[in-house]
T-cell receptor
Framework: KQEVTQIPAALSVPEGENLVLNCSFTDSAIYNLQWFRQDPGKGLTSLLLIQSSQREQTSGRLNASLDKSSGRSTLYIAASQPGDSATYLCAVENTGGFKTIFGAGTRLFVKA | GAGVSQSPSNKVTEKGKDVELRCDPISGHTALYWYRQRLGQGLEFLIYFQGNSAPDKSGLPSDRFSAERTGESVSTLTIQRTQQEDSAVYLC????????????FGPGTRLTVT
């Protein structure tokens, strides 16, 4: 059974700091891994999608890596801004079915 | 273009009543997902539709939950004989091709069972 864990559960950093969010999964048989942000009371916004054959994806100040063999992904946020404050979720889509499994998320607060 | 829309945005119902939640995916998206997010918890996968293939219902928590989708259009999630533990935000997402493409989420329907 696939389990997705995100560490830390919460993080508070000063503006401008670079930071790393971690995601681990127990079953490496995945099609893809996706990072989302969720703002309070709102739906999810897709940030980056990494296919199982890829090792990383970049978008602006965000970089996500995937090490499928070790069951890990990281989301790197450069030069953090208060507008980055949100909950960040990672999710894996398993092979052998269509179920997407989400981690519990990391609540990020960037202080101005 | 228009994103994923869901209706209603909020629904309050009495225990034991049936509710129907609606999701309008992005036009042309063949894949559609339903998730549930209870207060303070992560997202739980409920069901997945891909084109005209048989849906993956493996996440539905009980036989009180059912969902339908006609072709690649609107989907409805029905909860019969609602219970208080059904209170949650129900999120719908669509994707151009499932697996290989990003999921785009709607704003969700907040269901409260009193």
């Amino acid at each position: 059974k696939q389990e997705v864990t995100q560490i830390p559960a919460a993080l508070s950093v000063p503006e401008g700091e670079n930071l790393v969010l971690n995601c681990s999964f127990t079953d490496s048989a995945i099609y893809n891994l996706q990072w989302f942000r969720q703002d309070p009371g709102k739906g999810l916004t897709s940030l980056l999608l990494i296919q199982s054959s890829q090792r990383e994806q970049t978008s602006g100040r965000l970089n996500a890596s995937l090490d499928k063999s070790s069951g890990r992904s990281t989301l790197y946020i450069a030069a953090s801004q208060p507008g980055d404050s949100a909950t960040y979720l990672c999710a894996v889509e398993n092979t052998g079915g269509f179920k997407t499994i989400f981690g519990a998320g990391t609540r990020l607060f960037v202080k101005a | 273009g228009a994103g994923v829309s869901q209706s209603p945005s909020n629904k309050v119902t009495e225990k034991g009543k049936d509710v129907e939640l609606r999701c309008d995916p992005i036009s042309g998206h063949t894949a559609l997902y339903w998730y549930r997010q209870r207060l303070g918890q992560g997202l739980e996968f409920l069901i997945y539709f891909q084109g005209n293939s048989a849906p993956d219902k493996s996440g539905l928590p009980s036989d009180r939950f059912s969902a339908e989708r006609t072709g690649e259009s609107v989907s409805t999630l029905t909860i019969q004989r609602t219970q208080q533990e059904d209170s949650a935000v129900y999120l719908c997402a669509s994707s151009p091709d499932g697996r290989w493409k990003e999921q785009y989420f709607g704003p969700g329907t907040r269901l409260t069972v009193t």
